[in-house]
Structures are given as structure tokens and as C-alpha cells.
């Protein structure tokens, strides 16, 4: 897949950083890393690679901020998309592979996570809610909308997005959509560690606040999309 190739975003993920950037160059693609502020460089024990690249936010931006500076440095390189890898281990980079035969120049190619019975309950009703509300806002029946594991076209760097942090990509997603976009998904696995080992910097008030006034926002737009007022 040499038309594509890996954005990882981190934000201190320490213990884990290392080890996705080395499976991820397994694969033979370019690798291209934002360390979105973290405490300290997450690069320090990684040996250079021509097929990687560093960047550093200075300070925390928020994960839309480094996704889409990946996404603008993988259009320097000259790739008609990327995909999206989580710098916390949850993500195997290998199943790239599932990607192969889609359609990643155009859609957005969502990874579906097989969730198995140690993923928190918190996350199955998590990730139903959002179904439910892109379904009120695209018309779309997707079955993982949060799924961080993605491949985008670099066409999704020229909508006008407005948020930066999680709620980024919900809204990617629903104005790709408005603009005549395609989503695709293919099934992925998924890790999720014990949880006194897990690492999130989900903020469960301030994070869910920004995603249910987001919602409320795209959902009104629709309806004005639909009776023909902008």
C-alpha cells in the first residue's frame, strides 16, 4: 500500500510509543509520528529510520491537531492518504493489510474493533451512543464510529473542520459525509489492557461535554442541510 501510509499521534504514552512505531515500520511503510506535547519526547530510545518521521507540537494541541498535521505532512510526501494509528497499544499496525482493496483515495476507511469481554462497559454503550448519533446525522448505519484505527483520504484536510481534540473525529466523519464522501469499515482486533494498566487521557466530564454539545450542533445542521438552509 505505497499510496498510504501511518500517522501515529501520541500524547505521553511512554511505555508504549516504542513498541507501535517499530511494528509499524515492520510493515514497510513510512511511519510519521506527532508527539502532541508530551511531558517529554516520547522518541528518545527509538533509532532514526529513513522511513520515519518526528514531529513535535509544542504544547499539547490536541489529538485533531496531530492527526491532521500528520495528514498535511503525508501530503508533502506525495500519499493520497493515511492512516491512523493509536500510540497507546490498543491497535495493531499489521492490519493495515485489512485496508488493502478499499477504497482509501476517497472514503474514509473506519477499522471496526472486535470487542471482546474485557473491554469496559463504559466503552460498548460509548461507542452505541455514537452510532446513534451520526445514524440523526449522515444517515449512515456505521457499527464504530470511535475507532481511532483509520484511513484517511487527503481530501479530509481541505473541510472545515473546527474541532481539535476528541470530538475531532466525530465531526470528520459527518462533514466527509456532507461533502460526498464515502465511509468504509473493515474489521480489526483490538487491546485492551487490565485496568489498573490502561492509559487514557479521555477527560470523562470535559470530553463527553464537547461531544454531546457537538452532536447537538451537527444534528440541528443536518436538519437545516435537509429543508435547504445553510
Known sequence: ??????VIPVYNNPTTIEEVVYAALKTKSTVIVVDDGSDSSVMLNIDEDEKLYLIRHHPNKGKGEAILTGGHKAKELGFSSFLVVDGDGQHYPHEIENFVGKDTDHCIVIGCRKFGENVPGSSKFGRKFSNFWIWTETGLHLDDTQSGFRSYPVSVLDLPIEKRRYDFEIEILVRHVWKGGCIEEVEIEVYYPKPEERVSHFDALKDNVRLSKLHSR??????LRIIGIK
Not at 1 to 6: A, E, P, V
Not at 218 to 223: A, Q, V
Open 218 to 223: 451537527l444534528f440541528f445542521k443536518n436538519i
Open 1 to 6: 500500500m505505497q499510496k498510504t501510509c501511518i
